[in-house]
Every structure is written in C-alpha cells, then in structure tokens.
C-alpha cells in the first residue's frame, strides 16, 4: 500500500533567509496525519540564503541527518567539531545526552540547498557523536547507495536506530528494485526530478509510505535524486 504525500501539500515557511518545507509536522506547523513515520521524524527541505543560517541551538536524543543537494553548509557543535558540508555529502549528528550546534550558508553569493532529517533513536541518553561522509556520484548512480545504517556497513554514517537510508540518482527509463528488511516498512522521498514508484509517478518534493509491498520498484522519466528510508515497523 502506498500513501502519497504531494510536494505542495506539505508545511512551508518563508521567513526571507530561510525557505522551508516540512514533509512532517514540525515547529509551528502541524498535519495529525504526518507526524512522522515509524522513527523517521523530519523531513526539512531547506534552502538558506548566502551566509545567512541557524544560529546555536540545542538538540537531545535525535539522529540527525543533513544531506546537501547544492552548495555548501557550515557546522559548528560543542562537541568541538567545524566543518563545511558540501553537495554530495553527509552529516550524521548524534545529539545522545544534548549537542549544541550551528548551521550557516558557507556562501556569500550562493544559496545552499539541503535535507535536514531527523530520526528518534533506538536508545536514549548516548554519547553524542559526528560523522560526514562523501558519497559521488558514480557511487549514487542506477543504483541504491546505502548512506545511513545501523552498523555502518558500507561505509555508511552510523546511526542509532534499525533503519537503513539509501541515496540513488536515476537516468531516464532505468528502473531499481528494493526488498524491505522482514517486518519493515518504507518511505520515499524525490530529492529532484521524478519518480516513478511502483506505477505511481512523483515528483520533486513529494513523498510515499510503502507498507505491505514486498518489493519496491523505482524508475524515472526524465531522471531524479531519491531517498529511501528502510524502517522497522
């Protein structure tokens, strides 16, 4: 069974510096029919103007993923980490016990473009923790590239939570398949382009739930960036 979630449905804020859409509920916006997801909590998909940004804020018990589509992310944390996260790339943040953290355009002429997703973790109270990883293109393309993952197998980031988080670009007419983990369900979400999930076309922005569906095919017309969230049930 596959319920959509259309890119124009979702919540969105414009605050000047900040264009963002919410696929979940999420600060001041609230849809009791998207609250998350299994674990899969947030969905931002933000754009930030030239060196503007997200000043310290706190985070506890979260897994934050940030996975930037164009330009380049700066991160600050009181874990003592600073770096600069840039299209292709993936930031794993464990908040555990609390981080404080930062998040600014790099760029005083370009806007950056990312996702800022958020799981629950499987445990509460842990060490918080950083990664960030560089994933290519080559690595993304016609296939589903495992990005995020309990263990860290494939030289994904590590997360703390039963989940896998797969990253693919697709060419036109090429189609993928995936089989869900036993008692696992999924969610899909179209970075750029479009999608075509199991006959059901998307576009950029929009998302599915995939439950009951033993194997999950994804093609595209005229070529897209997806995401695919492994998700224990």
Known sequence: MLTVR????RGHADYGWLSTFHTFSFADYYDPRFVGFGALRVINDDT????????AHSHRDMEIISYVLSGALEHKDSMGNGSVIRAGEVQRMSAGTGVTH????????????????WLIPARTNLPPAYEQIFFSDEEKRARLRL??????AEGSVHIQQDACVFAALLDSGQTL?????SGHKAWL???????????????????????????ISIGSDSGGEVLLFDLAG
Do not use: C, M
Request: hydrophobic letters at 40%; proline letters at 5%.
């Open 48 to 55: 930030v103007a030239p060196g503007r940004g997200f000043p």
């Open 102 to 117: 930062s998040e600014y355009n790099a760029s005083i002429k370009e806007p950056v473009h990312f996702l800022q997703i």
């Open 6 to 9: 259309r890119a124009e449905e």
């Open 189 to 215: 979400h179209v970075a750029r382009g479009d999608a075509n999930l199991n006959g059901t076309l998307l576009k950029a922005g929009d998302g599915a739930a995939i439950e009951n569906e033993a194997l």
């Open 177 to 181: 398949t995936h089989a869900t983990a």
């Open 147 to 152: 990005i995020a993952s309990s263990d860290g």
